[in-house]
């Protein structure tokens, strides 16, 4: 029974969507014959398909399609934007670091565990921001549904 | 669309990061994007804002599109992927993201002028939205992708990644636990 039950709910599922052709009519006809259960299941399906039939989701305002690309594109753009913006900020960031650190060192009247002491937390911020920066680089290569935000 | 452009040059264009050629691709599918987000958030403005920001995802990863793939197929799983995300976080405020259960069915125009069948059926729909939000995600999933708006098999395997015969059976108990709970209604 189980292949033909199998076989039965498929061509059940194709004839309530009209979709069986004349041969899998005929089988259709033959497994009913021989699995009469199924007979009552197959018209109760097809009156509930015509139901849903006359029923659609609901449509938004023309309006909402009209202005759907715009609202595509704006965020495409933005997104751009923001990348743009991380790149200045990083590079900005970087080089006020430098020269931060620069004149730091060639600051004569700090004390020298001072400057080992801003310098240890300079470099440790670094070393965290790279590293996140390499666990995301790693996670978008290998992971398939990278362009799922997280 | 331009006749002479196929989609499949459309997408080749957007691989190359032409914004325009994106643009008909999204206007080319927009309506089925946002039904498909509509049947995943039951939420009008929330199926605009996720459809919107697939594309957008879309867009991001164009370029790891497999030429030969159905454009929609690939979308609907970045659609899918960006909705389980958006109820995991939605979770985390609401208890259950299904509280609002506004009917997003309506009936299609026929000749029937009679109040009385008007009102049954306006009844009959309600219920059946009901009945169709009570049903687990992966029945209410299916039903919608098939009986809403008339994917194939093949096209719905390609969305789940599933097989035929998988979507076949899903399909067959998703209609009967339907059927079933509708079956005062439909007998009447």
Same mark, same amino acid.
């Given at each position: 029974m189980n292949n033909n039950s199998e076989r039965l709910r498929e061509l059940i599922v194709k004839e309530v969507d009209e979709l069986t052709t004349s041969d899998e009519k005929l089988e259709l006809k033959s497994l009913l014959n021989k699995y009469p259960e199924f007979i009552q299941e197959l018209n109760e399906q097809k009156k509930m398909k015509e139901v849903s039939k006359k029923m659609k989701l609901k449509s938004p305002p023309q309006e909402v399609f009209d202005s759907y690309w715009m609202g595509v594109y704006n965020r495409i753009e933005r997104g751009i934007g923001w990348i743009i913006f991380s790149v200045g900020a990083v590079i900005l960031i970087t080089y006020g670091l430098f020269k931060f650190v620069e004149t730091l060192i060639s600051?004569?009247?700090?004390e020298t565990i001072v400057k080992i002491g801003i310098i240890g937390v300079i470099a440790g911020i670094v070393i965290i921001f790279v590293s996140v920066i390499r666990e995301k680089l790693t996670i978008r290569k290998t992971d398939k549904y990278k362009e799922v935000q997280r | 669309m331009n006749d002479n452009i196929s989609e499949q040059s459309l997408l080749e264009l957007s691989k190359k990061g032409d914004k325009e050629a994106f643009g008909m691709i999204v206007k080319l599918y927009m309506k089925r994007a946002y039904f498909s987000a509509l049947a995943l958030t039951h939420s009008e403005d929330d199926a605009l804002d996720l459809s919107q920001e697939a594309f957008v995802r879309a867009y991001r990863a164009i370029r790891s599109f497999k030429t030969g793939m159905k454009f929609f197929t690939w979308y609907y799983r970045i659609l899918k992927n960006l909705f389980l995300n958006w109820k995991r976080d939605r979770a985390k405020f609401v208890n *259950?993201?299904? &509280?609002?259960? &506004?009917?997003l069915i309506e009936l299609i125009e026929d000749d029937t002028h009679q109040p009385e069948i008007e009102y049954a059926r306006i009844e009959l729909n309600n219920i059946l939205w009901n009945e169709i939000n009570s049903l687990d995600s992966q029945k209410r999933e299916i039903i919608i992708l098939k *009986?809403?708006? *008339?994917?194939s098999y093949q096209e719905i395997a390609d969305m789940l990644e599933i097989p035929v015969g998988t979507v076949m059976s899903r399909l067959y108990n998703a209609r009967k636990k339907l059927k079933d709970r509708m079956k005062v209604y439909i007998n009447e």
């Open positions: 600051d004569s009247q700090l | *259950d993201y299904n &509280e609002k259960k &506004e009917n *009986d809403f708006q *008339d994917y």
